[in-house]
């Protein structure tokens, strides 16, 4: 049998991302209708995820810290980011993030758990437990791609590039 860390291993591209209110109420679109986002399970046991908005406020100015309040709220509540490491329950199909760092500092030192599916190169991921967000309690579905061997290249090659290019 092979094991959920095996078929989680490698890099995912977003498809949709839905949070239903415990309360019955509609469906929510957070990130709006088309988000971009990527995540990544490394076989030593640690996870990096980032989703955004399909669209957020461009900064009037190319300073990232000479930021508006509007174009700081825009890009803080469009955006979602944390790495740490990761250890998956077979038995149950959940994967736990222990959060090491967070765009959302309360996320800082953490835990997380998401039920887990699969269907051929989809992964749906789905919270346990609801969480808040914008003020009423939600369940997150998440639904993910496993990227193309090329494309995984090629973002590990940018992200590559973009270190060796800073220092």
């Known amino acids: 049998m092979t094991s959920i860390k095996n078929e989680l291993i490698g890099t995912?591209?977003?498809?949709?991302?839905i949070e239903v209110p415990?309360?019955?109420d509609d469906s929510l679109?957070?990130?709006?209708?088309?988000?971009?986002g990527i995540l990544m399970y490394s076989p030593d046991g640690f996870m990096a995820v980032q989703v955004s908005k399909e669209a957020?406020?461009?900064?009037k100015s190319n300073?990232?810290?000479m930021a508006t309040q509007e174009e700081m709220a825009s890009s803080l509540q469009g955006y979602i980011a944390f790495c740490g490491r990761y250890k998956i329950d077979n038995k149950r199909a959940v994967v736990t993030y222990s959060i090491e760092s967070s765009l959302f500092p309360?996320?800082?030192?953490?835990?997380?758990?998401?039920?887990?599916d699969f269907e051929g190169d989809i992964l749906y991921l789905k919270s346990t437990e609801p969480i808040l967000s914008n003020g009423i309690y939600v369940n997150s579905y998440m639904t993910w791609q496993r990227?193309?061997?090329?494309?995984?290249?090629?973002?590990?090659?940018?992200?590559?590039?973009?270190?060796?290019?800073?220092n």
């Open 56 to 59: 957020r406020l461009l900064y």
């Open 22 to 24: 415990i309360e019955g």
């Open 29 to 36: 679109f957070p990130m709006g209708k088309n988000p971009y």
């Open 147 to 166: 990227m193309e061997r090329s494309e995984e290249e090629f973002v590990s090659e940018h992200l590559l590039r973009e270190v060796t290019l800073k």
């Open 63 to 65: 300073d990232k810290m």
């Open 12 to 17: 995912w591209k977003l498809l949709s991302y």
């Open 106 to 116: 309360n996320w800082n030192n953490q835990m997380q758990h998401r039920k887990i």
